[in-house]
């Protein structure tokens, strides 16, 4: 089968099994703290957490831009599971020789400021990670300059026992552990850079799943104030609103472009080092448009849009969730600030225009 036409028929799939978890019903359950075990199961069956792999492990060899187009997708539909998350730990834990759990796993870095350590064999630190309990958790540790970094894989329950995470919820209603302090062995070496190249991984399917999360955000606002009428015609008409529009248009064409560029240059890249800047600026830029977009569609949907009965609100309250993980603007802007100014005077320009 072509890859082309592999790419089509996981984003049809992929459709498919993503428009059951909006579902209000789905959702009402997922915001009470209940997992949704058969969406999930099905997407297993189909083979989407596993497409990474190659086929002697199960998988379809699907190559990075075509699993971050599946997370646009994702995106698109406010999706409530750990699917990006789950990609990324099936890359690393094969990259390490390990073989994946069934079952979705969540990843703990710590925060990009203060990471997990790797550290004489054991990974030590405080984080964060959604669905405890529900999910398997890969730790992944930072080494010290230049020595190695370290990871370790806890099935859901030991998880929960071994960090006794403190139960809350994220912005978009999903459970969330936090632990303040965990000490574990690193089970498995990894090498330098293994902890940076995740982050910046993880950092960049947010970018997408962003994307297409503000892409169904624009399409909702453009149908209610073409539908919307006040004073005998469409609120669209009004050239106020037609401007708030145009600019949340070009909003998410941004966000969608930066998010395109950095999955191209993390695919072309031999040593992921060489795209660090262009995932930098996606997640940087997703992050800090994300509050923009969200209020935009507030105020042009009114007081209906924050109603539990309207779908605005899902894909919102996610934006303000997914804007944080990985890295907030501020954490990612630096970065993007820091890579030019290594870059000094001659660089800067080809570092910015390099495609």
């Known amino acids: 089968m072509s890859s082309d036409r592999l790419r089509t028929l996981l984003l049809e799939t992929s459709s498919r099994l993503f428009a059951q978890a909006g579902e209000p019903e789905l959702q009402e359950s997922v915001d009470a703290g209940s997992f949704p075990a058969e969406v999930w199961a099905e997407i297993e069956d189909n083979g989407l957490p596993t497409a990474l792999l190659p086929a002697e492990r199960g998988g379809a060899d699907l190559p990075w831009p075509d699993a971050l187009a599946i997370l646009r997708m994702a995106g698109a539909y406010a999706l409530p599971l750990p ?6 730990a099936h890359d690393l834990l094969h990259g390490a020789g390990v073989e994946p759990p069934e079952g979705p796993i969540c990843l703990a870095l710590g925060a990009p400021r203060s990471p997990i350590r790797h550290r004489g064999g054991s990974l030590s630190g405080s984080f964060s990670c959604l669905w405890p309990g529900s ?3 890969l730790l992944v540790g930072r080494g010290e300059d230049g020595d190695s970094d370290g ?3 806890l099935e859901a329950q030991e998880a929960i026992s071994r960090t006794s ?9 999903e459970p969330v552990g936090h632990c303040a302090s965990v ?3 690193a089970v498995h070496e990894l090498p330098p850079g293994t902890w940076r190249s995740t982050l910046e991984l993880c950092a960049l399917s947010r970018a997408m799943m962003i994307a297409g999360a503000m892409e169904r955000i624009l399409d909702l ?6 539908g919307r009428e006040q004073f005998g015609r469409p609120i669209g008409r009004f050239q106020a609103v037609q401007q708030q529009v145009a600019e949340m248009t070009g909003h998410v064409a941004l966000v969608g472009v930066a ?4 999955g191209a240059a993390r695919a072309a890249a031999t040593d992921p080092r060489d795209a660090s800047f262009e995932c930098a600026s996606a997640k940087a830029c997703a992050s800090e448009l994300a509050g923009p977009v969200a209020r935009t569609a507030h105020q042009l949907h009114a007081a209906i849009g924050f109603t539990r009965e309207h779908v605005l ?5 996610r934006l303000w969730t997914w804007r944080d993980d990985f890295g907030d603007e501020s954490f990612w802007q630096q970065q993007v600030g820091a890579a030019g100014l290594a870059a000094g005077s001659d660089g800067l320009w080809p570092l910015l225009s390099r495609s």
């Open 259 to 262: 998010a395109e560029a950095a």
């Open 183 to 185: 000490q574990t062995e």
């Open 165 to 173: 995470p403190t139960p809350a919820q994220n912005a978009a209603g």
């Open 313 to 317: 609100q899902r894909f919102t309250r």
């Open 151 to 153: 990871a370790t894989l």
């Open 135 to 137: 999910a398997h958790l």
């Open 221 to 226: 606002t453009i149908e209610h104030v073409q």
């Open 83 to 88: 699917l990006a998350e789950t990609f990324v």
